[in-house]
């Protein structure tokens, strides 16, 4: 498992500046997306300090070990079940696109199976690609949700 977070961290860390991010939502869609919107930290065996903050439709940042991302594109793709979302970054001058499957397991829970180097399923499996939980932190110091605004 060490060696998929590797792939993820080289995937991510990058000291490349990155281009406005490029963002598509499916069309009617905009309100789930806007229930993803905030601060989530992944949790379980994973979590090794990894977050991903959805900001806003053109702002999506992924953490992990102190360093961040900004995705330079993503695709949401809420028709299907579980959704499909696809997105990319730069590393080292040249961009990296990741596949996923995404799910709210509550209104605080996503189940998010990432894909490296394989194709994506259209369901979750424990087969291929790295199962990830993510849940969504409150700001401590309101106790309410953290949307990147201070």
Same mark, same amino acid.
């Given at each position: 498992?060490?060696?998929?977070?590797?792939?993820?961290?080289?995937?991510?860390? %990058?000291?490349?500046?990155?281009?406005?991010?490029?963002?598509?939502?499916?069309?009617?869609?905009?309100?789930?997306?806007?229930?993803?919107?905030?601060?989530?930290?992944?949790?379980?065996?994973?979590?090794?300090?990894?977050?991903?903050?959805?900001?806003? %439709?053109?702002?999506?940042?992924?953490?992990?070990?102190?360093?961040?991302?900004?995705?330079?594109?993503?695709?949401?793709?809420?028709?299907?079940?579980? %959704?499909?979302?696809?997105?990319?970054?730069?590393?080292?001058?040249?961009?990296?696109?990741?596949?996923?499957? *995404?799910?709210?397991?509550?209104?605080?829970?996503?189940?998010?199976?990432?894909?490296?180097?394989?194709?994506?399923?259209?369901?979750?499996? %424990?087969?291929?690609?790295?199962? *990830?939980?993510?849940?969504?932190?409150?700001?401590?110091?309101?106790?309410?949700?953290?949307?990147?605004?201070?």
């Amino acid at each position: 498992m060490k060696k998929l977070w590797i792939v993820i961290v080289s995937a991510f860390i %990058s000291t490349a500046s990155f281009s406005q991010t490029q963002a598509s939502v499916t069309q009617g869609q905009s309100k789930k997306f806007q229930n993803m919107v905030g601060y989530w930290e992944i949790v379980g065996e994973q979590d090794a300090g990894g977050s991903l903050e959805i900001i806003d %439709s053109s702002t999506i940042i992924l953490r992990f070990m102190g360093e961040e991302k900004k995705l330079v594109q993503y695709k949401l793709d809420f028709s299907k079940s579980p %959704s499909w979302f696809d997105f990319s970054a730069q590393d080292s001058g040249s961009v990296i696109t990741i596949k996923s499957l *995404l799910e709210f397991v509550n209104e605080d829970m996503l189940k998010w199976q990432v894909f490296f180097n394989e194709e994506r399923t259209a369901h979750f499996t %424990s087969s291929k690609g790295e199962m *990830l939980y993510l849940k969504r932190s409150r700001n401590k110091s309101n106790g309410a949700y953290y949307t990147g605004n201070k």
